[in-house]
């Protein structure tokens, strides 16, 4: 394996553990009810998990774009979307399983019908770009090995 794929796997691995443990955490805080302080200046009026999963899903979606663009400015060959999902081992997908299933308790036991919903479709987003984030990752590994 190259050294710039093997240093790009490693980086696309510390970037996806990064965005699972964002993950975990926004989930935790969520269903302790804890504390929450926004990164992003937020004006709008928007509840406390409401301005959590803006904030989440500014991460989650940077780390999923910095993903797509580090693998495609490592491999040989340009990767469809589709290709890149469907590399993604479903073994990779448990952790953002939980975490999915954690969000979508959270939705049901929000008190705001804005909030159940905004934190549902953030849960499935999230899902799905750690699908993509997890793609990367095997599609520079396979990419790798050809």
Do not use: R
Not at 92 to 115: C, E, R, S
Not at 119 to 143: H, P, R, W
Request: some cysteine; charged content about 15%.
């Amino acid at each position: 394996m190259e050294i710039n794929k093997k240093l790009s796997v490693i980086f696309l691995t510390a970037v996806s553990i990064m965005n699972l443990a964002a993950g975990i955490i926004v989930q935790i805080k969520m269903f302790t009810s804890g504390d929450i302080n926004s990164i992003i200046p937020i004006k709008a009026e928007l509840t406390g998990n409401e301005i959590l999963m803006v904030n989440f899903m500014s991460v989650a979606a940077i780390i999923m774009l910095i993903s797509v663009v580090a693998t495609y400015l490592t491999t040989d060959i340009p990767y469809s979307p589709v290709e890149i999902v469907k590399s993604c081992p479903a073994t990779f997908l448990i952790i953002p399983a939980v975490i999915t299933v954690l969000g979508i308790v959270n939705a049901v036991k929000a008190d705001i019908t804005a909030d159940k919903i905004a934190v549902a479709v953030c849960s499935i987003v999230y899902f799905l770009f750690c699908i993509i984030n997890a793609g990367c990752i095997v599609t520079v590994k396979e990419d790798a090995e050809e």
